[in-house]
């Protein structure tokens, strides 16, 4: 079986491939984020990302 290479750098990062699911409920857990990685995407973009966890309410 034939395969190229399709790896990227943006930022100084390399990606596998160009391909990274968006923002999106996928991102909202560990176990999403490896079977997405596993199935071959090559990252996924996160809506926020920090050390402490921050209860959001909506008025």
């Given at each position: 079986m034939l395969t190229k290479d399709l790896s990227v750098t943006f930022c100084?990062?390399?990606f596998p491939?160009?391909?990274c699911l968006s923002s999106s409920p996928v991102g909202n857990c560990y176990e999403m984020c490896a079977k997405a990685y596993d199935?071959?995407?090559?990252?996924?973009?996160?809506?926020?990302i920090g050390l402490v966890t921050k209860k959001i309410t909506v008025a």
């Open positions: 100084g990062v390399k491939n160009p391909f199935t071959g995407w090559g990252g996924i973009v996160f809506k926020t």
